[in-house]
């Protein structure tokens, strides 16, 4: 669950900000293994219009001793084309930049959409932490980093046509599920990991973070869970919902005080529990493609 909320947070949010980022990754593929992904960031206006305050001030952006560089949010909501082509080495081998549009989604968050393109699914990986470079570059600012090696992700198989789809998600997710710091500073404020938790969701109000996979011929039959046509959701989760859900409270209060108990079966367990998310259960899914 970190990897859907928690790490994402830390990625792309200003603490001082009410809203952030809509995270959108959709990968079309054909029965002969080609096809594209197709990417798009949108960021608050909110959290926009506080960066021009900011550099308004001028030093301001640079923010205090061990924080990021807010200056860098302006440059991820609106990258240039060099800065797309190399992210296109995000995405797994031989995927390669297509075109990009900038522009607002229809609720006015600004951003832009991102088309690759690719000739063998097979060699496809889509991570869930595998973000544009100037998101990067904004961790990296405050001395934190991105480790991709634990972050969760999708690899794909093709037989003929049939698409075997591979995540483990829920098993990278394992990873500083219960965050120790975040814990301590909940009971250094005398309120349960669960309380601390819901106020700081009114950050990511309108934050959304969404997986997909759609063949573009069409689709035979599937073992996925969540299909709408030849759209099949792999993850959909409006942050703000899944931090303000009494079952995602009580996980984490439960996990803060026996983290032993927290575990792949019961992550997933959770994950169907919560209204604001959609997700993928099973860690490998088949799709006969038309």
Known sequence: MRNFAITLLSLFCLVAATSCVRVSTVVRVKKDGTGSIVSRYYFSPNTLALVDQLGALGGALEGVKGGPDLGMIREMAAPNEESLRKDAANFGEGVRYAKHEAGKDEEGWEGYSVIYEFDDIRKVRISQDSVPGKAKEFVESSGEGVELEKAGDLTFALEGDLLTVKSNFAAAGMEGFIDDEQIKQARELGVPPSEAIKMAAGMTEGMRIGFFLRADEGIVE?????????????????????????????????????????????VKALFKKLEAMTVESADEITVKLK
């Open 222 to 266: 599937t073992t996925a869970e969540h299909v709408t046509g030849d759209l099949i959701i792999l993850s959909d989760a409006d942050i703000a919902g899944v931090l303000n859900d009494p079952d995602f409270g009580a996980f984490i209060d439960k996990g803060a005080e026996t983290p032993e108990e927290v575990t792949a079966d019961s």
